[in-house]
């Protein structure tokens, strides 16, 4: 009994030994890691077809119902999402992508309800609650939407949806084609806009909105001015292809500022319009890793001082196989010479 739990013990250790000389990984993580290429030039902003994409790796993020707060609905659409990352230093691109059998960019009618993704990262130190956030640990949201791109593109107004729309009269107001602001030329009467608010805009800059979230019932829509997101979406096929892209850089008080070389938290959240999904009732990810990789410049040794001691095995353990074979030998024989002297001292 003395003699076989001591070879237990050995065993364990020579098995170790073992995984170590062919670095066999005693554990691995179960998250996973976007990592955002670096690549030179400028990015392919409005291209999800470019050659440079496939210079990212491509990693399928899960995502189910949003099912902790009201309204819910246990059968959203998005199952899951396809992500690639570059960026050249100064700007970051995202490119997401997932299958949506229909194409729903407009929210003129009652009952329509438009396609819409969106990007989260903490703004503090650690993982909030990955449904936006909350109390002191505030997210950054990158919300595209699809009826904001279709604006951009050709914009809609009520009087394509409704053709025959008529108006007698609306006070304060001079005669216009355009119905949808001809209710107040003056801004001051469109109180919406004129206090900044994006959503009764009629024209974006931005098929994105920028905005920051501190748990439910706290999202904000950053200022006109901060307002720095970029977004280029294109449907074919069933499947929705959108890129999102910044600066790394950022001095607005709601942003998160990004380098190379580092590791952030990313969230992603999808919106089926033809599922009627809006608001609350939508697709989310659990937190998942984001790395920016750095930028190789110079020769191997320039870039090895950068990049390489980070990532390559100390000298002592850049053996060759055979090294590795021999000492696993020695350690074997020296165990059986232990065990054997043990034994003889036994039957003595």
């Known amino acids: 009994m003395w003699i076989r739990s001591r070879l237990s013990i050995f065993l364990v250790l020579g098995l170790a030994l073992a995984g170590l000389s062919f670095q066999v990984p005693l554990a691995s993580s ?8 670096a690549v030179e030039g400028d990015l392919p902003v409005e291209e999800p077809d470019a050659a440079l994409w496939q210079q990212a790796t491509a990693v399928e993020v899960p995502l189910s119902a949003q099912m902790i ?8 659409s998005v199952k899951s999402i396809t992500v690639r990352a570059l960026h050249n230093g100064r700007s970051l691109a995202i490119l997401l992508e997932w299958a949506d059998a229909t194409r729903n960019d407009s929210t003129l009618g009652l009952t329509e ?4 993704v969106a990007i989260q990262f903490p703004l503090v ?22 009826d904001w791109q279709a604006g951009l593109l050709a914009r809609r107004s009520l009087q ?12 304060f107001t001079e005669p216009s084609d355009d119905l949808y602001r001809a209710a107040y030329v003056d801004p001051s009467y469109r109180t919406a806009e004129a206090a900044g608010n994006l959503l009764a805009l009629p024209a974006h800059p931005s ?23 970029q977004g280029y979406g294109v449907w074919r096929d069933g499947v929705w292809r959108v890129i999102f892209s910044r600066t790394l850089i950022s001095t607005d008080e709601g942003d998160i500022t990004l380098a190379a070389g580092k590791n952030y938290s990313v969230a992603f959240a999808a919106w089926d319009g033809a599922n009627r999904e809006r608001n609350g009732v939508k697709s989310t990810s659990q937190w998942v890793s984001l790395q920016l990789a ?11 001082s950068e990049v390489g001691a980070a990532v390559t095995p100390s000298p002592a353990l850049r053996l060759p196989l055979w090294a590795w074979l021999a000492i696993l030998a020695l350690l074997t024989g020296v165990v059986a010479v232990v065990l054997f002297y043990f ?6």
């Open 113 to 116: 309800f438009r396609d819409g």
């Open 160 to 171: 394509d949806l409704y053709p025959n729309i008529y108006v007698d009269m609306y006070p």
């Open 30 to 37: 179960q998250g996973l890691t976007i990592t955002a290429a």
């Open 125 to 146: 130190e650690g993982q909030p609650f990955y449904c936006m956030g909350q109390q002191g640990g505030d997210v950054n949201i990158w919300h595209w939407k699809a």
């Open 343 to 348: 034994y003889l001292g036994e039957k003595a």
């Open 69 to 76: 707060t009201r309204p819910i609905l246990p059968d959203t």
């Open 207 to 229: 098929s994105v909105e920028d905005l920051v979230a501190g748990g439910f019932g706290s999202l904000t829509s950053q200022p006109p001015a901060d307002q720095n997101v």
């Open 294 to 304: 750095v930028p190789v410049v110079g020769d191997a040794a320039a870039a090895g």
